[in-house]
């Protein structure tokens, strides 16, 4: 059963009003212009120009229709800047740091248990799986890593890891239970 839909009290009739914000002074006014004026992003200018209209209007609507946005986005942008001033009008530094598999220590890390083989790790297997090498990183490291960052890293250092299976004989040789193909044996 669907519930009838009645317009919102609160943004036809009574539309919010500003406060709650700190005292503008003259130095954050003309920080606050500078980033509406010539601030990196098309983001820190809006917001920016949100806050410096908020001081003017009366409400969060008539601001809303100043700028051509939403009264959400008015409201979240003044709970941003209540919270944590101007700094908190830019937007966070999400880009990615380098690349796990490019880091020299984590390299380095996973070289040696490629040198030293699984057993030296603790790993009672004969050769590394990507899965293993990837949860051994992980202890070793205390940085989460994935199959396929191992298989990059592998990889950049001249190494292949696929599928478990014996690619050097002479390590299979070594284990008591190996038993050697049958020569013309056939898969169906």
Same mark, same amino acid.
């Given at each position: 059963m669907r519930?009838p839909? @009645?317009?919102r009290l609160?943004?036809?009739?009574?539309? %919010?009003a500003? @406060?709650?914000l700190?005292?503008? =002074?003259?130095?954050e /006014?003309s920080?606050?212009e500078y $980033?509406?004026?010539?601030?990196?992003?098309? %983001?820190?200018?809006q917001r920016s120009?949100?806050?410096?209209?908020a001081?003017?209007? $009366?409400?969060?609507t008539?601001v809303?229709?100043?700028?051509r946005?939403s009264?959400? =986005?008015v409201?979240?942008t003044?709970?941003r800047?209540?919270?944590?001033? @101007?700094?908190?009008l830019?937007?966070? $530094? =999400?880009r990615?740091?380098?690349a796990l598999? /490019?880091?020299? %220590?984590w390299r380095a890390r996973?070289a040696?248990?490629?040198?030293?083989?699984?057993?030296a790790g603790?790993?009672?297997?004969p050769?590394? =799986?990507?899965?293993?090498?990837a949860?051994?990183?992980?202890?070793?490291?205390g940085?989460?890593?994935?199959e396929r960052?191992?298989?990059r890293?592998?990889?950049?250092?001249g190494?292949?890891?696929?599928r478990?299976?014996w690619?050097v @004989?002479? /390590?299979?040789?070594e284990q008591p $239970?190996?038993?050697?193909?049958?020569r013309?044996?056939?898969?169906f």
């Amino acid at each position: 059963m669907r519930w009838p839909t @009645r317009p919102r009290l609160e943004s036809v009739l009574f539309p %919010l009003a500003v @406060r709650g914000l700190p005292p503008l =002074t003259a130095a954050e /006014k003309s920080a606050l212009e500078y $980033d509406y004026r010539y601030g990196p992003t098309r %983001l820190l200018r809006q917001r920016s120009h949100l806050v410096l209209l908020a001081y003017e209007f $009366d409400n969060q609507t008539a601001v809303g229709r100043a700028v051509r946005c939403s009264r959400a =986005t008015v409201n979240r942008t003044l709970q941003r800047y209540r919270r944590g001033g @101007r700094a908190a009008l830019t937007r966070p $530094d =999400t880009r990615p740091t380098v690349a796990l598999w /490019k880091q020299p %220590l984590w390299r380095a890390r996973l070289a040696r248990a490629m040198e030293a083989g699984p057993r030296a790790g603790g790993v009672p297997r004969p050769t590394w =799986t990507a899965p293993l090498l990837a949860r051994y990183l992980t202890e070793q490291t205390g940085l989460p890593t994935g199959e396929r960052t191992v298989r990059r890293g592998l990889a950049d250092l001249g190494f292949v890891c696929r599928r478990g299976t014996w690619t050097v @004989r002479h /390590k299979a040789e070594e284990q008591p $239970d190996y038993a050697p193909k049958r020569r013309g044996s056939r898969r169906f």
